[in-house]
């Protein structure tokens, strides 16, 4: 019966320790310097993950796998007013390999530019379960449309028109979308009013205005508690 030697058993051993103390070495917060993103592990140590300096608003996954970004492309696009703009991209890199992927710089549809160029990334933020993220961007000289981006597929779907939103973390709505939304009114001009609608862009709820949004978030922390 053959036995390890010495050194095998050694290699063996640090390999289990090193292995088990990565297990124990968690990311507690990204950052974004010069352009660039960086993660801040529990054990004190800070890591680069970009180096083009053209990086911001990282979104760290549920597991710790991967960050998703939004990169400046250098891609420079004249309007018919002649006003200059950037076009972006939605971009992912994987944490142990640094290898990036870009999700898309484009939009599915014409804007009021008549571009498919992803020129604006409003509010990007991340459902709880990593599946999804939302954003606005260009649509309407009005207003913005809320995009959903399938983190798996890559599909983008438009749920609904909306000025700002944001996801409920709480209460009976959790994972639910809290939109704002501006509509002109007879005699009353452009007013702004809150929705709740879910991630498919079915509505359940108006809220009404901004002191009732209030009240509604105030309910919802007493009924979590």
């Keep these: 019966m053959k036995t390890m030697s010495t050194t095998k058993i050694a290699i063996f051993i640090i390999t289990l320790i090193l292995t088990f103390s990565c297990k124990d070495v968690t990311i507690v917060e990204t950052f974004v310097d010069k352009g660039n993103i960086f993660i801040t592990k529990s054990d004190g140590t800070i890591q680069q993950i970009t180096f083009l300096g053209k990086d911001n608003t990282p979104l760290l996954s549920p597991n710790h796998e991967v960050i998703y970004f939004i990169r400046e492309t250098g891609n420079l696009f004249k309007n018919e007013y002649n006003y200059e703009m950037q076009q972006l991209a939605i971009m992912k ?5 640094l ?3 870009k999700l ?3 939009i599915h549809y014409k804007d009021w530019n008549q571009s498919s160029e992803l ?3 409003g509010n990007f933020s991340m459902s709880d379960d990593g599946k999804y993220i939302f954003f606005l961007t260009q649509k309407w000289v009005v ?3 809320l995009v959903r981006l399938d983190t798996d597929t890559n599909l983008m779907t438009e749920i609904s028109h909306g000025d700002g939103f944001e996801i409920l973390k709480e209460g009976v709505f959790k994972n639910h979308l809290l939109i704002t939304r501006g509509e002109i009114k007879e ?4 007013q702004w009013s809150y929705w709740i609608i879910d991630i498919n862009g ?7 205005d901004k002191n009732a949004v209030k009240i509604f978030k105030e309910n919802q922390k007493e009924k979590t508690n």
């Design 143 to 145: 207003t913005d449309v």
């Design 187 to 190: 005699n009353a001009g452009r």
């Design 119 to 121: 020129f604006r990334v």
């Design 99 to 101: 290898r990036e992927l």
């Design 104 to 106: 898309t710089d484009k």
């Design 202 to 208: 079915n509505k359940k709820k108006e809220i009404g």
């Design 93 to 97: 890199v994987d944490l142990l390999s």
